[in-house]
C-alpha cells in the first residue's frame, strides 16, 4: 500500500519472529523425518571412530551463542575413543543441551559431563529446572509426550528426546533420567 508508513525497527523485529517459527518448524518437520528414518530402521549409522570429547564440543559449539554462557563443561583430563555415527551423536547431545538449556531458569547453568568406566562411557547433561516425575521418566522419551509439570507456553513438540533415544538405541546404548536435588534432572 502506498500510504502505509513501514517503521524498519518494526518490520526487522516482525521479520525475525517469523524467521524462528520457520526455523522452529523446520526443526520439527526435520525431527519428524529423522524419528521416522531410526524407527523404520532406514537409517544406517556411519560409524567411525572419533575422540568422544570432539564428539561433545561440536554439540556444545552448535548451542546458539547467547545460551552458551550457561553450559558447565565437567570432563576428565583424557576421553576415549568411541565408534559412534559423529553427525547423529552429536545431535542427540545437543538435543539434550537444547532440552535442558529451554527447561530451566535463563540464569541457571545447564551442566553437560562424560565418564569412562571399564570400557563404557557415560554422558551426562543437568540442569535445574522443575524436574521430571518418576511416573513420567520413561514416557519423556515417547514421541509428541510431553510432562505434566512442563509449561505449555514454553515452546517444543515432544519429538527430540524421542529422537535421542532412538540415535543412543541404535549405538547400543542406554538413555535415562535421575533427579537433581534439590531440583533439576539429569539425562544419563
Do not use: C
Not at 559423529?86 to 542427540?92: G, K, L
Not at 529446572?129 to 509439570?149: A, H, L, N, Q, T
Amino acid at each position: 500500500e502506498g500510504d502505509v508508513e513501514w517503521n524498519s525497527d518494526t518490520v526487522r523485529e516482525e521479520l525475525a519472529s517469523v524467521q524462528d517459527d520457520l526455523d522452529s518448524l523446520t526443526g520439527s518437520i526435520n525431527a519428524l523425518l529423522d524419528l521416522s528414518r531410526l524407527e523404520s530402521a532406514a537409517w544406517e549409522p556411519k560409524r567411525e571412530w572419533f575422540d568422544l570429547s570432539d564428539v561433545l564440543w561440536t554439540a556444545i559449539s552448535r548451542i546458539p551463542r547467547t545460551q552458551k554462557p550457561r553450559v558447565e563443561v565437567s570432563l576428565p583430563d583424557s576421553l576415549p575413543m568411541v565408534r559412534v555415527d559423529f553427525v547423529q551423536w552429536s545431535r542427540a547431545i545437543e538435543n539434550l543441551l537444547s532440552n535442558a538449556l529451554a527447561y530451566s531458569a535463563q540464569d541457571s547453568p545447564v551442566r553437560v559431563g562424560a565418564s569412562v568406566d571399564e570400557g563404557s562411557f557415560r554422558i551426562w547433561v543437568e540442569d535445574q529446572g522443575p524436574g521430571i516425575r518418576p511416573d513420567e521418566r520413561e514416557k519423556v522419551f515417547e514421541k509428541f509426550y510431553r510432562g505434566e509439570s512442563t509449561s505449555r507456553s514454553s515452546a517444543g513438540t515432544g519429538l527430540w528426546l524421542a529422537v535421542t533415544r532412538e540415535i543412543v538405541l541404535f549405538h547400543g546404548g542406554r538413555i535415562w533420567v535421575e533427579d537433581v536435588a534439590p531440583h533439576g534432572a539429569r539425562f544419563v
